[in-house]
């Protein structure tokens, strides 16, 4: 089955406490994205990548990081999260930048 | 400055009849424009897209209008139906050589029975 897979799914941490939140797809696609998705504000792009070692910041990039190491994967790490950094996290992925198939979502929580 | 806007939160129709969807933005370099929908608990699926090329795109019940001179488009489901109860965002994008997308603040669409 084709699909977009986001772990963990729930997680609740502490500001500045290092965490990774992984995305895996399997259908091969060159482009990946990660977005957050918070009341009022809809979905704001944090990070894309075209292919393996290209990513490029989205509108709202501080505070994240990315890695494009293989095709299949793309982390999002928050190296010191804070708590403005609570919210639901989508990564979605696509064949060239056009539709993107998106995951489940993480929400986060930073206390 | 919201670059794509949704002015209206939410919107409740009739099933069978029209829902019509609107977004705005103000960009004039977007080219591209997409619809997604979104249930509770789940990730956005997309819809159907548009590129500025054409003004009109049809997939079935969807149909997507663009407006280039006024910097709008719209989204129109006919027949409505409860399933299409869900949350709408439009997305747009200067596809040519860039892949940033930038997100509307969504519409809660409600199709009563």
């Known amino acids: 089955e084709a699909q977009v897979t986001q772990n963990p799914r729930y997680l609740i941490t502490v500001t500045g406490k290092k965490l990774t939140v992984t995305c895996s797809q399997n259908m091969n696609h060159e482009y990946m994205s990660w977005y957050r998705q918070d009341p009022g504000l809809g979905l704001r792009q944090i990070y894309y990548s075209m292919n393996v070692e290209v990513t490029d910041k989205g509108d709202v990039p501080e505070g994240y990081k990315v890695s494009r190491k293989e095709k299949r994967n793309f982390p999002l790490i928050l190296e010191s999260p804070s708590p403005n950094q609570t919210s639901l996290y989508f990564c979605a992925s696509s064949p060239n930048g056009g539709p993107q198939h998106f995951g489940d979502g993480t929400r986060l929580s930073i206390l | 400055d919201q670059q794509v806007k949704q002015n209206s939160p939410s919107l409740s129709v009739q099933e069978g009849r029209i829902s019509i969807l609107n977004c705005d933005y103000t960009n004039s370099m977007f080219d591209y424009f997409l619809w997604y929908k979104k249930y509770p608990a789940e990730g956005p699926t997309f819809l159907i897209s548009?590129?500025?090329?054409?003004d009109k795109n049809e997939d079935g019940r969807f149909t997507v209008f663009l407006n280039k001179s006024a910097k709008h488009l719209s989204l129109h489901i006919v027949p409505s139906q409860p399933g299409d109860s869900a949350v709408y965002f439009c997305a747009a994008s200067g596809n040519s050589g860039t892949y940033k997308y930038i997100f509307g603040t969504g519409t809660r669409l409600k199709v009563l029975a």
């Open positions: 548009i590129s500025s090329i054409k």
